[in-house]
């Protein structure tokens, strides 16, 4: 894990923007400051029909932890293991690590979910569709980066039944796509 004062001196500024073009995407740099590539992610289990039952329950049960996430980029059909572990219903996450944003600008996101998602990019709660619902992907959602680097994301997320999906893409040049695995950390 890395210390509060490098994230302090390195993290960069994020707020909602609107009108601005979408900044490209170069590669992420190489860490050599102790971060791991991927997001971390905990996992609880349970009937949670909003995304604050998972972190109400988050504060007060133990996680299991699972294996990181290389990206968000994730769908499953009825039956299929949700993530990357092994229960098919009733699982709640909380994602949490790092996305790189190589240049300051403006960066337009989309999400989709099945069931409740919450995506926070810079502490700031950029999109949020907290209720069992079908896949459905958001609006573009713009999220201007003041500066190139590393910012903190968080997403809760939870599926009660059937097809599942959680993916975080975003415009770089032409089409939305996944965000490339190299622009996470944790």
Do not use: C
Not at 30 to 51: P, T
Not at 59 to 66: C, D, K, L, V
Request: hydrophobic share 40%; no cysteine.
């Amino acid at each position: 894990m890395i210390g509060w004062k490098w994230i302090l001196g390195t993290v960069v500024g994020v707020s909602l923007a609107f009108g601005a073009g979408s900044a490209g995407a170069a590669d992420a740099p190489m860490r050599n400051d102790g971060m791991q590539a991927g997001l971390a992610i905990d996992y609880y289990y349970g009937d949670f029909g909003h995304v604050d039952k998972v972190t109400e329950y988050a504060a007060s049960n133990e996680a299991t932890p699972g294996e990181p996430l290389p990206n968000l980029d994730f769908r499953g059909g009825a039956g299929k293991k949700v993530l990357n572990q092994k229960h098919k219903d009733w699982v709640g996450a909380i994602i949490t690590g790092y996305i790189y944003f190589s240049a300051p600008g403006t960066y337009m996101f989309k999400v989709r979910s099945n069931d409740g998602v919450r995506v926070a990019i810079g502490g700031l709660n950029v999109h949020e569709d907290p209720k069992p619902h079908p896949d459905r992907t958001s609006d573009p959602v713009p999220v201007k980066a003041s500066a190139a680097g590393w910012v903190p994301i968080e997403v809760v997320y939870f599926e009660r039944k059937g097809g599942w999906s959680v993916e975080l893409t975003w415009q770089n040049g032409g089409d939305f796509s996944a965000v490339p695995a190299s622009h996470f950390a944790h």
